[in-house]
């Protein structure tokens, strides 16, 4: 994308994404979190204005503070309608959904989808990320892409280690399977003590606190008591949205979790948060 060109981009897009819409020097257009509505009239304003020679719809495949999934579907169904270059940033849904393909085969679009960007760094546990797309933009990425040409090429260390982590998340469906149970238990957990873990889908599970000063002092008292869940207040989060997100993982086992809840308890009541 270019100055030329106009990018769709849902409002709570992660930091990377808008700072990627920036550097583009094409048009950036908000559209509100999920709101199919508000992103096909928006679309159709682009359009219709005859002011870009191409635009793209971008998102997150899983949104990283909250949880929930992108509504892809009808994102598709939008871009279909209207011509629009489809992107998913897939970091937080790569190796989690879509038996570890992603968001994007989670729901059976993997040939509607333009891009896929995803990490290396998170559920794969190394360093490192990855654009899937058609062998055509592919190769035309290899010549374009300043980050791609002007930087050095993983260490045989990592590329060892991201094969390994590769083969293994295609082999076998046990980590998942642990982690989505994990998750779901951390969630119910927190649920029954009372706590808001707003609407996540995902292992992602935020625990809302509200005011920025309280939720860093919620931190600090959790980490203070053996659980180590950092704040996350504004600017990363809208004013006076602040949490601490809890990334639970296969490698956590119930009693460890359990042993957090008892934390997260007497915390929220010492606080009087509960």
């Given at each position: 994308?270019?100055?030329?060109?106009?990018?769709?981009?849902?409002?709570?897009?992660?930091?990377?994404?808008?700072?990627?819409?920036?550097?583009?020097?094409?048009?950036?257009?908000?559209?509100?979190?999920?709101?199919?509505?508000?992103?096909?009239?928006?679309?159709?304003?682009?359009?219709?204005?005859?002011?870009?020679?191409?635009?793209?719809?971008?998102?997150?495949?899983?949104?990283?503070?909250?949880?929930?999934?992108?509504?892809?579907?009808?994102?598709?169904?939008?871009?279909?309608?209207?011509?629009?270059?489809?992107?998913?940033?897939?970091?937080?849904?790569?190796?989690?959904?879509?038996?570890?393909?992603?968001?994007?085969?989670?729901?059976?679009l993997s040939d509607k989808i333009d891009?896929?960007?995803?990490?290396?760094?998170?559920?794969?546990?190394?360093?490192?990320?990855?654009?899937?797309?058609?062998?055509?933009?592919?190769?035309?990425?290899?010549?374009?892409?300043?980050?791609?040409?002007?930087?050095?090429?993983?260490?045989?260390?990592?590329?060892?280690?991201?094969?390994?982590?590769?083969?293994?998340?295609?082999?076998?469906?046990?980590?998942?399977?642990?982690?989505?149970?994990?998750?779901?238990?951390?969630?119910?957990?927190?649920?029954?003590?009372?706590?808001?873990?707003?609407?996540?889908?995902?292992?992602?599970?935020?625990?809302?606190?509200?005011?920025?000063?309280?939720?860093?002092?919620?931190?600090?008292?959790?980490?203070?008591?053996?659980?180590?869940?950092?704040?996350?207040?504004?600017?990363?989060?809208?004013?006076?949205?602040?949490?601490?997100?809890?990334?639970?993982?296969?490698?956590?086992?119930?009693?460890?979790?359990?042993?957090?809840?008892?934390?997260?308890?007497?915390?929220?009541?010492?606080?009087?948060?509960?």
């Open positions: 994308m270019d100055k030329d060109d106009a990018i769709l981009s849902d409002e709570l897009n992660h930091a990377s994404i808008i700072d990627g819409c920036r550097l583009s020097k094409a048009k950036v257009i908000a559209y509100k979190h999920s709101d199919i509505a508000d992103l096909r009239a928006k679309a159709i304003l682009a359009k219709e204005s005859g002011l870009y020679k191409k635009i793209m719809v971008i998102t997150d495949g899983v949104f990283s503070m909250d949880g929930d999934i992108a509504k892809l579907p009808e994102i598709v169904e939008v871009a279909e309608e209207l011509d629009l270059i489809t992107y998913v940033d897939d970091a937080h849904g790569s190796g989690v959904l879509g038996a570890g393909v992603g968001t994007v085969k989670h729901f059976g891009f896929q960007m995803g990490t290396l760094s998170k559920a794969l546990g190394v360093i490192g990320g990855y654009v899937a797309g058609k062998k055509d933009l592919i190769d035309w990425l290899k010549v374009r892409s300043r980050p791609f040409l002007f930087s050095t090429a993983s260490t045989p260390g990592d590329v060892a280690a991201c094969i390994t982590a590769i083969d293994i998340l295609s082999n076998s469906t046990e980590l998942q399977k642990r982690l989505w149970e994990n998750g779901n238990y951390l969630k119910e957990g927190l649920k029954a003590l009372g706590f808001d873990i707003g609407a996540s889908q995902t292992p992602i599970t935020p625990c809302i606190i509200g005011e920025e000063k309280q939720t860093q002092e919620f931190s600090r008292k959790l980490y203070e008591n053996g659980v180590y869940a950092k704040a996350i207040i504004f600017p990363t989060v809208r004013k006076g949205m602040g949490r601490v997100r809890n990334m639970p993982t296969a490698a956590h086992t119930r009693e460890m979790l359990d042993k957090a809840l008892v934390i997260y308890k007497k915390v929220g009541l010492e606080m009087k948060i509960l």
